[in-house]
């Protein structure tokens, strides 16, 4: 069976640090595999072969992280040289070390999130790819600003690291729910390695904060939505937009904005939009009424085969051409609610909270409207949706309609 020592290869210029390596023994053959772990000489202890540790010294920190390093190192060394003898086949020195290189390629988190997200690509999940991205670049800015290497191994992903990940976007200013978005996706990203059997569960997500604090509220009085349906905009054309797309979301029960941009001209058939949410995949009937087919005839040219005017030229890229659109609607919702002196500041969303709280304000039962359009979760959502009679929300939404 291989056997494996640390050992440590002094620099040739005084003063200078030297390099920790892996010496691997197999059947008479040896292989020397090096690490980018560095020390000086004093801080090695030849006969022990262990890194000496100091307390009064200011490189404690640095030492304890290498020493730990090594563990991880000879655990996984260990686990390779396992594997090959229960394999029963012969194996090298040569193989012990390819297999330790490529596990330290294949499984760096970072190399490991990239394999998700562009199978969440291959599979469609455009939105959860974008997610995944999203919490990938962040976790990477934190290895490079804390210059640490440029991935780190699934496996040596700890509740320290974490802990320290959270304390610095904390240090800029990332809100408590947004933490919770890359911690949880990251967390996600973890537990599909040990479903894998690619590593063991160490709950490196213990000490930190994956819940979801309440927002402040985002809901509008229904007073104030019939003032924004009511405003005269039609001498600038941009606001015009913005507003018709955002009462569009709410006349259609809060649908978001990309349900909206993705809405087929198919989809609209004996008056009634059928489709199913890109985010849970459940499918929603609403009835179409005169007010909606009054802002879709304000917008005739459309070429495109979607049915409202966000996207409105066959492109190659539909997504980027709908985030684009979301972006000008959005800035343009800001202006109308700096012109009307409202608090909240219009965005889309508040489209789909407003028409949940009108909903709620109206009497109707929770069991029927959603609260995680404002709530904890959404599996209540999930829920309603897939056991309420579609005509029972049509009542609703008419009761809401007939209120601006």
């Known amino acids: 069976m291989a056997s494996i020592k640390v050992k440590f290869s002094p620099s040739d210029i005084a003063d200078r640090e030297g390099t920790i390596y892996y010496g691997i023994r197999q059947e008479s053959k040896q292989r020397r595999l090096a690490t980018h772990y560095h020390i000086y000489a004093s801080e090695w202890n ?13 490189r404690q920190s640095h030492l304890l992280a290498i020493r730990e390093r090594i563990g991880k190192d000879m655990e996984r060394l260990n686990r390779i040289i396992q594997k090959f003898e229960m394999q029963g086949l012969p194996y090298s020195a040569d193989d012990i070390v390819d297999e330790f290189k490529r596990h330290a390629t294949e499984y760096g988190l970072l190399n490991f999130m990239d394999g998700l997200i562009k199978k969440l690509k291959r599979n469609g999940k455009l939105r959860t790819s974008e997610t995944y ?3 990938r670049n962040s976790f990477r800015r934190f ?30 200013g990332v809100s ?42 985002r809901a509008l009085p229904l007073s104030v939505i019939k003032a924004i349906k009511e405003l005269d905009l039609s001498m600038n054309p941009s606001h015009d937009f913005a507003r018709d797309m955002f009462i569009m979301s709410f006349m259609l029960r809060g ?14 058939s004996n008056g009634y939009i059928t489709y199913r949410r890109r985010k849970t995949g459940q499918q929603l009937i609403i009835r179409w009424t005169q007010d909606m087919q ?46 009307l002196g409202v608090s909240i500041p219009l965005t889309l969303y508040v489209a789909r909270h407003s028409w949940a709280s009108a909903a709620k304000s109206k009497g109707v039962p929770l069991s029927i409207i959603s609260e995680g359009l404002g709530h904890d979760s959404e599996m209540t959502t999930r829920i309603y949706l897939t056991s309420l009679d579609t005509s029972v929300v049509d009542e609703v939404n008419s009761l809401i309609l007939g209120s601006i």
């Open 133 to 135: 991205t999203a919490a």
């Open 46 to 58: 030849d006969s022990r072969g262990v890194v000496v540790l100091n307390p009064a010294s200011e």
């Open 176 to 217: 408590p729910n947004t933490i919770s978005f890359y911690t949880r996706i990251l967390r996600a990203v973890y537990n599909r390695a040990v479903e894998n059997e690619i590593i063991e569960n160490r709950y490196p997500f213990k000490h930190v904060y994956t819940g979801i604090e309440k927002t402040v509220k």
């Open 294 to 339: 009054m802002i879709l005839d304000k917008y005739p040219m459309n070429r495109t085969e979607y049915l409202l005017p966000i996207i409105r030229d066959n492109v190659a890229d539909e997504r980027n051409s709908y985030r684009n659109a979301g972006y000008n609607i959005n800035y343009n919702l800001k202006r109308i609610s700096q012109k």
């Open 143 to 172: 290895l490079c600003e804390g210059h640490k290497p440029n991935d780190i191994l699934l496996d040596c992903l700890n509740s320290e690291i974490m802990e320290e990940y959270e304390a610095w976007l904390r240090q800029r």
């Open 255 to 268: 649908m978001s904005f990309i349900d909206m941009a993705f809405l087929r001209k198919s989809d609209l």
